[in-house]
């Protein structure tokens, strides 16, 4: 059974800049299949709905599989299996399949933290925004996000495979993209900096 919870226990394993932006965080059952419970629980099925949502993400990668044997290339098994044996949900692969079955940006936190828009359908202004973060190393966890808050990079894979008019989701987010890199810039090993005895 899915709970808010106040105590924000996992909140210190989100990054720091993106704390003010996280309304609540969502517990749902750890049984190996948290990942898709938390998906579940964002498209409103509650967390017990998470056989539907491995079933859905199958018929994404079926039903797309040109697309996903470039994308995924010899891993394609791999994800495939993870769908129908009951194993984990893993970043990057689900995070295409949910992005694009569903047509919402998915926001997963952790280290690192990415956002996956959608790859064959141009920016719907009314797309929902889907946040999930990895805590303790092995749990998915819904996230319910400010309006507005920024966005991690996108992978390099979507600027790679997707399709033309999903450029449009880029563009027009990329505010929210810059908004993440101005609160955390990366950082730069100092220029020829010596330590001489």
């Not at 079933?55 to 697309?67: G, K, M, P, Q, W």
């Not at 990057?92 to 940006?105: D, E, F, H, K």
């Not at 064959?120 to 805590?135: E, L």
Request: proline content about 7%; aromatic content about 12%; overall charge positive.
């Amino acid at each position: 059974m899915s709970k808010k919870l106040t105590s924000q226990k996992y909140l210190g394993q989100f990054p720091d800049h993106i704390h003010p932006h996280i309304v609540d965080i969502i517990e749902v059952l750890g049984d190996g299949n948290c990942g898709f419970r938390a998906v579940a629980y964002l498209l409103g099925y509650t967390e017990e709905g998470w056989p539907i949502v491995r079933r859905e993400l199958h018929e994404e990668l079926t039903n797309n599989n040109s697309l996903y044997e470039k994308l995924f290339r010899q891993g394609l098994q791999g994800v495939r299996d993870s769908l129908v044996a009951n194993r984990w949900f893993t970043v990057p692969a689900m995070g295409y399949l949910v992005a694009n079955r569903y047509n919402v940006i998915l926001v997963t936190l952790g280290k690192p933290s990415r956002t996956f828009f959608p790859m064959m359908t141009s920016y719907s202004s009314s797309a929902r925004f889907f946040c999930i973060g990895f805590v303790g190393g092995n749990h998915w966890v819904p996230v319910n996000m400010s309006k507005g808050f920024p966005l991690p990079e996108v992978t390099a894979d979507w600027k790679k495979f997707r399709s033309h008019e999903a450029t449009s989701w880029m563009s027009n987010l990329n505010r929210r993209l810059q908004y993440w890199q101005l609160l955390n810039p990366p950082v730069k090993p100092p220029n020829g900096v010596m330590s001489v005895d």
